[in-house]
Every structure is written in structure tokens, then in C-alpha cells.
């Protein structure tokens, strides 16, 4: 990676340019059977169409603090980056009635009423599906994001010494979460490019987001996340291990 890089979003831009085609992210939930994979192109794509409803739509600004109730998924590591993009503050498992702005899974949404701002949605189904019917108070994620642009521009630069990210109630900067990151790559098994870790951690903690997402992103690795692992055998652990050219775990 880039050794200018100070937010993620430097990190995520960098792998753009290296090399789009590689995988980033596969994803695994092992309550549904779902497997998705993300090259850099694809998740990037994401991450501007999700960046450009956050900015346009939903009025966010750097500062600005956005509630994240979401598990570990390949949708919450596309808000994670798109915070990163706006420079709103992503605060995991947030308190909503203390942030401007919500983004909830179907299992917190009552919980997500106590935001008085802007409320997101999503109903965490395959291929990113849509809610049969939007919840009373929310924005369907899968029905506003497919027509946001592909291509993001921040209306204000983001500065990575402010306050990028809080989870288990820790913030840290935007340059913090890089210099984290770097850090735990080697300790998580990353070696750079090849290198691929499966992390069955949920993303609750530092040490669950950062294999989950920012170390692999910083080592210009991937990361296999899967949900739900404890339902998975270790049989079949093992055969998804081989089968993914894992090099590394992250399972407790």
C-alpha cells in the first residue's frame, strides 16, 4: 500500500489502483448458506454509490456521527468505508439517540428509532436484497442505493487527524485506524499481497474490525468474513479453509 495513505478510504483508493480485479472480500453466512465475493472494483463501487447516498441524500458532513448497528458483512465494511469517504464518524453499535444519523440491520431497528435523524435500513439478504416492505420510519438501503453515482467526490476534504471511527466506546482517527492497521497486519499472518485471512470475529471490537476488514485492507490482502461460523463443522471449516487458499485465521 501507499505509504501516504491516512484514512481507509486512501487505503481502499490505493488497492483500486494496484490491482482491481482481486478479490477483497468474500463473505460467508453460515445461518443462510450465502456466499459473495467483492473484487476491489466491486467494492469500491459500493462504497462510492453508499458515500454519494450519505453525502446527497442523506446530508451527512465530516463530523457528523452515524450510529452503525450492523454485524460483521460485506455491507457494514462498505458503510465503515464510506464513512471513511465523507469523514462521518462510524460509532459501532452506537448509541442512536447520540447520533445524527442511523444505519440498522432488521434486528435493531426498534433500537434505531431513538435516532432523531436520517435512518437507514437493511435487510442483510442475499445479494443484498431488499425489505418485502420498507420499515415505517427507514430508507431501504437496496431500494436508494443502486441509482447513486459511481464515482465519489467529498464536498470537503477529509482530514485523518479527526475522529473517524468509535467501537466499544474508543474512537480513533482516521490515520489512528490506519496506523492500527498496519501494525496488525503481521501479528494477524498477513504478508501482503496473496495473503488471504479468514476471521470469524464479529465486529463488535477493535480487534474484530481490523481482521475483519482494515488489516487485510492495509496489506493489500483479502479477507474471507464469515458469520455465523460457530454453525459450520470442523470438517467443513477445514474444506472452506482450503478451498478459499486461506493463510491465516482469526476465529477467536
Known sequence: MNATDRTPAD?????LAVDPARPLVTFYDDATGERVELSVATFANWVAKTA???QGELSAEPGDRLALLLP?????AVWLLACSSVGVV???GGDPAAAGLVVSGPDTLEAARACSGERVALALRPLGGRFPQTPAGFA???VEVPSQGDRFVPYAPVDPEEPALTVAGAGHTGAEVVERARADAGPLGLTGPGSRLLSGLAYDTWEGLSAGLYAPLAAGA???????LERLGEDALTKRIESERVTATALR
Open 72 to 76: 460483521a458483512h460485506w455491507q457494514t
Open 90 to 92: 462510524a460509532d459501532v
Open 222 to 228: 483479502s479477507v474471507v468474513l464469515c458469520r455465523n
Open 140 to 142: 431501504d438501503y437496496a
Open 52 to 54: 454519494n447516498l450519505l
Open 11 to 15: 487505503l481502499l483508493r490505493s488497492a
